[in-house]
Structures are given as structure tokens and as C-alpha cells.
């Protein structure tokens, strides 16, 4: 295997194991701990340059979507028995707020053993951009999961698949599969990479507001992080009950 492709899948197998639903704090900072030596082997240079973290930001988010795990309805059933739609929309959305919470607390963690080896702000656009890759990723698992509970179909091929994933993310929308060229022969070209650009550049920004010191900035993450995450969720779960009751064979949408 080619280095770089070894390295991307070692990246993308990090980045999957984030996604979990229940993570020990202590492993949560061990994975985003090795995501920033990744990021750095993969050409993320420890230099204040947050035009090159939102660069490096786009690539990799379009790079680890193929790796991020998916559960179809029935795993889910089996994961979370016993709840109705709603009851287990609310479950995943529940967890992946407390995941995307948790990495902008480990976030913090990592941040103070980094400052604490240097007290130098160099390496905080590094950080910041893991944190923010590992948050979408979650986010990208909770769209899957939950057009899989809504049952509006994602592409079935992964590539177009990863991609109706990432254009959904970067537009706060569900997918339409009725959409002509979604999940047959879209491609992730200039406009979708731009729409995906500025989507991170939002994020990215407002977590460069949490930087200091130590822990000091890690509540403030946590806090943004599972409010983002819920107002994505809130949003697209609208969006996906009006689908599910346009499909044919749909339940009316619930108001």
C-alpha cells in the first residue's frame, strides 16, 4: 500500500473510533492525541495559519467520510431496543451531543499537556482543526443514523454515499433522494467544496474563541460543541420527517 494511503486509512480508523457512542474520557484524549501527530504527518505544519487548517479541514473531512461507520435501521434496533422512531432520533441525538461535548473537553486536555511542554500558541490551529474534524465526523455518523431511522435512503455506493453525507452536513439539510443527480452521479466539485469550506470556516472560527490557557477554554468547547450538534439534529430532523412523509409509502409528516 502506498504510504499516503496508509496514512489516510490509519487517520480515517482514528477519526471512526471517535465516533463511538460511549468513549472514556482518558481514550478520547489518547485518539485525539494521535489524530494531531496524523494531522501533522499528513502535512499540518505546527505554524498559526488558520487558512491552512481550513485546507487541510476540507480534504480530510472528504477523505475519513468513507471510513465513518454507519449502522443501518435493524443494527440500531438491535442497539437501542424497545424505542419508537422518535424515541431512538432523540437516543443518537442525545449521544452525539455528548460525544462532540466530550471532544471539546478532551480538546482541552490535550491543549494543556501541549502547553504545558511549550506554552506557545503555534500548535492551537492543529488542535483546533482535529477537534473540528472529529466533531463532523460524529455529526456526519448521527445524519446517516438518522436518515436510516427517518427512512429516507442515502446512496447506497460509498463514495456517493460519503458524499451525500458531506453535502448534507455542510448545507444543515437532508438529503432528497428524489434530488435529480444526489446519490447517482454527484460529485463533490467546486460548489459543494466551497458550501463544505465555509461550513468549517464557521466552526473553526467560533472554536478559535475557546482558546487559553490550560482548561480554561475546554467547558466553553464542550458547551459549543453539544449545542451545535443539537441545533444540526434539530434541523435536519424537521427536514427528514417532511421527506420521510413525501416518499411513497411515507407516513404524513409529524408538524
Do not use: C
Amino acid at each position: 500500500m502506498d504510504p499516503a494511503d496508509r496514512a489516510g486509512d490509519e487517520l480515517g480508523a482514528t477519526v471512526a473510533a471517535l465516533t463511538a457512542d460511549d468513549i472514556e474520557p482518558a481514550r478520547r484524549r489518547q485518539l485525539l492525541t494521535r489524530l494531531v501527530g496524523q494531522a501533522r504527518a499528513r502535512g499540518l505544519a505546527d505554524l498559526f495559519k488558520p487558512k491552512a487548517a481550513l485546507h487541510w479541514m476540507t480534504d480530510t473531512v472528504a477523505d475519513v467520510a468513507p471510513h465513518i461507520p454507519i449502522r443501518d435501521l435493524a443494527t440500531l434496533r438491535r442497539h437501542f431496543p424497545g424505542l419508537d422512531d422518535e424515541a431512538l432520533a432523540e437516543r443518537l441525538v442525545r449521544n452525539a451531543a455528548r460525544a462532540t461535548a466530550g471532544v471539546g473537553a478532551a480538546g482541552g486536555g490535550v491543549a494543556a499537556v501541549e502547553w504545558t511542554v511549550a506554552p506557545t500558541l503555534l500548535s492551537a490551529p492543529v488542535l483546533l482543526a482535529v477537534e473540528t474534524v472529529s466533531v463532523v465526523a460524529i455529526e456526519l455518523k448521527l445524519i446517516g443514523e438518522l436518515h436510516e431511522v427517518y427512512r429516507v435512503p442515502l446512496p447506497t455506493a460509498g463514495t456517493q454515499r460519503s458524499i451525500a453525507l458531506v453535502q448534507s452536513w455542510a448545507s444543515q439539510r437532508g438529503i432528497n433522494p428524489m434530488m435529480p443527480g444526489v446519490g447517482v452521479s454527484a460529485v463533490l466539485g467546486t460548489a459543494a467544496r466551497k458550501e463544505l469550506r465555509d461550513t468549517l470556516l464557521k466552526r473553526f472560527g467560533r472554536n478559535l474563541t475557546t482558546l487559553g490557557p490550560f482548561l480554561t477554554g475546554a467547558a466553553v468547547a464542550s458547551y459549543l460543541n453539544r449545542r451545535a450538534t443539537k441545533t444540526l439534529a434539530d434541523q435536519l430532523r424537521r427536514d427528514l420527517r417532511k421527506q420521510h412523509g413525501a416518499l411513497p409509502g411515507g407516513r404524513p409528516a409529524l408538524p
